[in-house]
């Protein structure tokens, strides 16, 4: 089974700083990779798909990037409805799997 | 519009059984790949069973292998997750998703329906 690592586990950063969380696969998974936001009480939502590629009204703010086994989740100037909970999730071999996720919370 | 509501979770007994569905709406269910991804209390995200459009092809977590069976009934744009020798670690809300393709990755959820086993 492929193994998703995330880091850090928590993240605290400032309204308007940039944010970047990371994902580690235990094997190459190509750039079948991808990001999820999950706000409490809220189903998850797709950010990034293939590694790179926004998902549909995703603000240009979030950005994916990485390849084989190291991936970034970037974002920008954050506001104030981006403190969530991120995972990734590689696609390229069964069973799917899920990284342990990254709380980003406010400093 | 893509809608999936999930429905059939409640309180079973360790060792009791209990079947989830998932209605679907707003795109060709019998096209897409469809999953179920699980939620323990305060945990993260955990994938637990996957099923193509045509349902040829099933996959599951080692977690489920043997206990939980996926299908669909594609006349009733329907998914469901038959569950049986339940665990209290199977605890968790159980969310219903479209895969963007089968074995690709999901695209739009449900919002989950809570699966509770007592001891």
């Known amino acids: 089974e492929m193994v998703m690592t995330q880091s850090p586990a928590t993240l605290s950063v400032s309204p308007g700083e940039r944010a970047t969380l990371s994902c580690r696969a235990s094997q190459s998974v190509s750039r079948n990779l991808a990001w999820f936001q999950q706000k409490p009480g809220q189903a998850p939502r797709l950010l990034i798909y293939g590694a790179s590629t926004g998902a549909t009204d995703i603000p240009a703010r979030f950005s994916g990037s990485g390849s084989g086994t190291e991936f970034t989740l970037t974002i920008s100037s954050l506001q104030s409805e981006d403190f969530a909970v991120y995972y990734c999730?590689?696609?390229?071999?069964?069973?799917?799997?899920f990284g342990q996720g990254t709380r980003l919370e406010i400093k | 519009e893509v809608q999936l509501l999930e429905s059939g979770g409640g309180l079973v007994q360790r060792g009791g059984s209990l079947r989830l569905s998932c209605a679907a709406s707003g795109f060709t269910f019998s096209n897409y790949g469809m999953s179920w991804v699980r939620q323990a209390p305060g945990k993260g995200l955990e994938w637990v069973s996957g099923l193509s459009g045509s349902a040829d092809s099933t996959y599951y977590a080692d977690s489920v292998k043997g206990r939980f069976t996926i299908s669909r009934d594609n006349s009733k744009n329907t998914l469901y997750l038959q569950m049986s020798s339940l665990r209290a670690e199977d605890t968790a809300v159980y969310y219903c998703?479209?895969?963007?393709?089968?074995?690709?990755?999901?695209?739009?959820w449900g919002q989950g329906t809570l699966v509770t086993v007592s001891s």
């Open positions: 998703a479209k895969d963007f393709a089968w074995g690709y990755y999901t695209d739009y």
């Open positions: 999730q590689q696609y390229n071999n069964w069973p799917i799997t």
